[in-house]
């Protein structure tokens, strides 16, 4: 069985850092596009960054840019979501995804409707809060 699953999740505190974590099973990671999304309340979902492993070619969305960082690892066959200096408007539920390689990889981002993409995790909540 093809999955994803999300990890990670949970509230912060404005200012705070989380880690997400996405597992692969039944599939491996490599030479997919991976894409994180993030869906606010009443919100349309969005992408926040996406990535290729064999180009490099990486995105992230203006508002998480210098904040977020992707980042694979091969061998556990998990991508990662780094999150720092958490803001209230950052509060949703995050997916990950995975689809064919797409050039440029932004091209995945901005298409976040849940039928644009083959695989997606069922969504972590993230909370950002005082």
């Known amino acids: 069985q093809l999955q994803l699953v999300e990890s990670g999740g949970g509230l912060v505190q404005p200012g705070g850092s989380l880690r997400l974590s996405c597992a692969a099973s039944g599939f491996t990671l490599d030479g997919y596009a991976i894409g994180w999304f993030r869906q606010a309340p009443g919100q349309e979902r969005e992408g926040v960054s996406c990535s290729v492993s064999n180009t490099g070619d990486t995105f992230y969305a203006d508002s998480v840019q210098g904040r977020f960082t992707i980042s694979r690892d091969y061998a556990k066959n998990t991508v990662y979501l780094e999150m720092n200096d958490l803001k209230p408007e950052d509060t949703a539920v995050y997916y990950c995804?995975?689809?064919?390689?797409?050039?440029?990889?932004?091209?995945?981002?901005?298409?976040?409707?849940?039928?644009?993409?083959?695989?997606w995790g069922q969504g972590i909540r993230v909370t950002v809060s005082s």
């Open positions: 995804a995975a689809d064919l390689p797409v050039v440029p990889v932004q091209a995945m981002c901005t298409n976040p409707h849940p039928d644009n993409h083959a695989y």
